[in-house]
């Protein structure tokens, strides 16, 4: 008896035990995500990092590459571009890019909506990874931020020391509105064009490195030539903050690279080694071809291979095996000193701190490059049904899109631009530098 009721107690049990995870698996599917809390660190450590790749690093970057009266006027066009591309991303920019409304058709591979203001997201709101975790959405749109914010500084490398910076905020905001954003959703937002084409780009070869790049060359050419400029040496004035930058950038550029795996794990640590061999690779080639060129190997160099390395490997950090890393940034930095050297001496602009040389040339390489690397032959982790010359067609594609999307769009900003403020400073306070002509401080006294 005690035998036969405790077996039927046990079925009971079963079905009742059944039953509740009927209903837990149920209630589990019904309740909101919940943020991973390491992943989550993890992305606030990296957003942190990138915004140091703006305040210090790039400031000291481009500011010890000018001559001394333009350094402050340099590092604060960087530092204000970079502000106030944080707070139009917070008003429309994440709507565009990123926003909850997929419109259909062909809008929709161009620009999303919805989401003005951040207005549906809080501090329970999530953002998808890349497997079944989550982040908050508030930590997902601050590290797209940077992005934004850090990209719309990177164009002033070509025209600082003569562009006035009510031009250059007036830029910015038209620039960020019809050239960034619409690119970053065309790369990463599902509907986007180019990700629906299969684009590959782990961190911005092509919303990024090619997208400041071309900007910056049409800018440029806009804007004109420096006074002076080719006959007038204009050396850096200070190489040690130029190279205090570049190590600056180098480490925040782990927040950029491993961080736009959105998760802490196998993927964003094949990131963060790609990140250091390609960029040791990049450095060390460009010290290498200067002295083939006949030249000496310098610290300017070895800083310019680094931001190339960098640059090429962002496209392809988390697509592509260690080695492969190594010959891109290797194979990126000769074209980018070549580009450098060679060219833009011969086509005659005036990139004055060669951000289409570098972050151009070099994301075009990287964009393209990918498509290769991305090869299980080569170390990467494409599948085995992967097709090289399908997904390099996709790259080259990528990049032209890019390329004319960015020049035609800032040709537009910088004609609205001209016509708000008009873009250079007079031929007097170009003469004494834009530090004491355009904010009223000198960088040294």
Not at 364 to 376: C, K, N, W
């Given at each position: 008896?005690?035998?036969?009721i405790?077996?039927?107690?046990?079925?009971?049990?079963?079905?009742?035990?059944a039953?509740?995870a009927?209903?837990?698996?149920?209630?589990?599917?019904?309740?909101?995500?919940?943020?991973?809390p390491?992943?989550?660190?993890?992305m606030?450590?990296?957003?942190?990092?990138?915004?140091?790749?703006?305040?210090p690093?790039?400031?000291?970057f481009?500011?010890?590459?000018?001559?001394?009266?333009?350094?402050l006027?340099t590092?604060?066009?960087?530092?204000?571009?970079?502000?106030l591309?944080m707070?139009?991303w917070?008003?429309?920019?994440?709507?565009?890019a990123?926003?909850?409304?997929s419109?259909?058709?062909?809008?929709?591979?161009?620009?999303s909506?919805?989401?003005?203001?951040?207005s549906?997201?809080?501090?329970?709101?999530?953002?998808?990874?890349f497997?079944?975790?989550?982040?908050?959405?508030?930590?997902?749109v601050?590290?797209?931020?940077t992005?934004?914010a850090?990209?719309?500084?990177?164009?002033?490398?070509?025209?600082?020391?003569?562009?006035?910076?009510?031009a250059?905020?007036?830029?910015?905001?038209?620039?960020l509105t019809?050239v960034?954003?619409?690119?970053?959703?065309?790369?990463w937002a599902g509907?986007g064009?180019?990700?629906?084409w299969g684009a590959?780009?782990f961190?911005g070869?092509?919303?990024?490195?090619?997208?400041a790049?071309?900007?910056?060359?049409?800018a440029?050419l806009?804007?004109g030539?420096?006074?002076?400029?080719?006959?007038?040496p204009?050396?850096?004035h200070?190489l040690?903050?130029?190279?205090?930058?570049?190590?600056?950038?180098?480490?925040?550029?782990?927040?950029?690279?491993?961080?736009?795996?959105?998760?802490?794990d196998?993927?964003?640590?094949?990131?963060?080694?790609?990140?250091?061999?390609?960029?040791?690779?990049?450095?060390?080639?460009?010290?290498?071809?200067?002295?083939?060129?006949?030249?000496?190997?310098?610290?300017?160099?070895?800083?310019?291979?680094?931001?190339a390395?960098?640059v090429?490997v962002?496209?392809a950090?988390?697509?592509?095996?260690?080695?492969?890393?190594?010959?891109?940034g290797?194979?990126a930095?000769?074209v980018?000193?070549f580009a450098?050297s060679?060219?833009?001496?011969k086509l005659?602009?005036?990139?004055?701190?060669?951000?289409?040389?570098?972050?151009?040339?070099?994301?075009?390489?990287?964009?393209?490059?990918?498509?290769?690397?991305y090869?299980?032959?080569?170390g990467?982790?494409?599948?085995d049904?992967f097709a090289?010359?399908?997904?390099?067609?996709?790259q080259?594609?990528?990049?032209l899109?890019?390329?004319?999307?960015?020049?035609?769009?800032?040709?537009?900003?910088?004609?609205?631009a001209?016509a708000?403020?008009?873009?250079?400073v007079?031929p007097?306070?170009?003469s004494?530098?834009?530090?004491?002509?355009?904010?009223?401080?000198?960088?040294?006294?």
């Amino acid at each position: 008896m005690i035998r036969k009721i405790s077996c039927g107690v046990g079925a009971l049990g079963a079905s009742m035990f059944a039953a509740t995870a009927a209903m837990a698996q149920e209630a589990a599917e019904a309740a909101p995500a919940v943020a991973n809390p390491g992943n989550n660190a993890w992305m606030m450590t990296s957003t942190v990092l990138v915004l140091m790749m703006i305040l210090p690093g790039l400031a000291l970057f481009y500011g010890g590459l000018t001559r001394s009266k333009n350094m402050l006027s340099t590092m604060t066009q960087v530092g204000a571009a970079a502000a106030l591309a944080m707070l139009i991303w917070v008003c429309w920019g994440y709507s565009l890019a990123f926003g909850a409304t997929s419109y259909e058709g062909m809008l929709g591979s161009f620009i999303s909506g919805g989401s003005y203001f951040l207005s549906s997201v809080t501090v329970d709101s999530t953002a998808a990874t890349f497997s079944d975790e989550v982040i908050s959405e508030y930590v997902f749109v601050s590290f797209q931020m940077t992005f934004a914010a850090i990209t719309a500084a990177l164009v002033f490398g070509a025209t600082v020391e003569r562009l006035k910076f009510s031009a250059a905020m007036v830029f910015t905001a038209i620039w960020l509105t019809i050239v960034y954003f619409p690119i970053a959703h065309m790369v990463w937002a599902g509907g986007g064009l180019m990700f629906e084409w299969g684009a590959l780009d782990f961190a911005g070869g092509t919303v990024v490195h090619i997208n400041a790049g071309v900007s910056a060359l049409v800018a440029c050419l806009i804007l004109g030539k420096r006074q002076g400029f080719p006959a007038e040496p204009m050396p850096p004035h200070s190489l040690t903050l130029t190279m205090v930058g570049a190590g600056l950038l180098w480490v925040g550029w782990f927040g950029f690279n491993a961080g736009s795996e959105l998760e802490a794990d196998g993927t964003a640590g094949l990131a963060m080694i790609n990140t250091f061999v390609a960029t040791a690779a990049a450095g060390l080639t460009w010290m290498v071809v200067e002295r083939l060129s006949g030249h000496k190997a310098s610290a300017l160099g070895f800083a310019s291979g680094i931001i190339a390395g960098l640059v090429a490997v962002t496209p392809a950090a988390g697509n592509s095996g260690p080695l492969g890393a190594i010959v891109l940034g290797a194979v990126a930095s000769a074209v980018c000193f070549f580009a450098v050297s060679k060219l833009k001496p011969k086509l005659g602009y005036d990139d004055s701190l060669d951000a289409f040389g570098i972050h151009g040339i070099g994301g075009m390489i990287g964009a393209i490059g990918t498509g290769i690397v991305y090869s299980p032959a080569l170390g990467g982790p494409g599948g085995d049904d992967f097709a090289m010359g399908a997904q390099v067609w996709i790259q080259i594609k990528s990049v032209l899109v890019s390329i004319g999307w960015a020049g035609v769009g800032t040709a537009i900003a910088i004609y609205i631009a001209k016509a708000l403020t008009g873009l250079r400073v007079s031929p007097e306070v170009e003469s004494d530098g834009l530090d004491i002509g355009e904010h009223g401080e000198r960088a040294y006294n």
